[in-house]
């Protein structure tokens, strides 16, 4: 078998499993903005639907929106100084420590809300509010803001670095926002890709936790696709990805920039 040969059954694969993938994706799509979902594009395309969801269930979109900005926010508050703190750490003690933040990835999501709803379901004023379902979505998250910058942290000799700006004088504060971050960014770019995307589609932890008021996409699309018809669910599915995508561009724009400046920084 020549190269060329390869190439083309290689190439010819690649885009098959990419169609059985996408396939389902775009027929949804197609659903959301044709008057009849069964009849397809014979039956006239239209943007009824997209207008119905909008007005139904819109502030879900900006709750889901608002539920992953903060989310982000918190989890790379904590879990750059937790990776930093796990490096320092003695390896059996970090190790430990690792496999107990992997505990809520481990568990399905309606026993670790479970177990939120037993602890902290008696504080009404939590329970009712938006900022329940972020405390589970930071717990669901953490570990994916975590491992990636620590192993960043693990590849680009941070220790030796810190204590060569500590030799120079740099006090604790200084050496963290100019040595360990700068050094980090890639690993906390990853985190943050993943953790907005978790975020955003996050729905068992979602589900347990949430109240009539506080709905989020995922869940007000799993009720539009359960209690509606075929059409309105799939134009929420097209209101999601508008959503989503941008960010996910974002997020890649500003990765593939940082590692060119750090590639032409070295």
Known sequence: MTRRTLFWLQLGFTLLISLFMLLPVLLSCLAGITNNAFIGLKSGLTLRWLEQVWSMYSDTVWLSLLLAICCLLVVTLLGVPAAWALLKMPGRWASRIEECLLLPVALPGLATALGMLLVYGHLHWLRGSWLFILLGHVLFTLPFMVRPVLSVMRTSQLPQLEEAAASLGAGFWQ??????IPNCRNGILAGAFMVL?????????????????TKTLPVGLADSYASMRLEVGSAYTLIFLAMILPLLLALSVISRFSQRTSQESK
Do not use: A, D, K, Q
């Open 175 to 180: 050496r963290f926002f100019t040595v360990i």
């Open 197 to 213: 995307t978790l975020s955003i589609g996050e729905f068992n932890i979602t589900w347990m936790l949430h109240t009539p008021l």
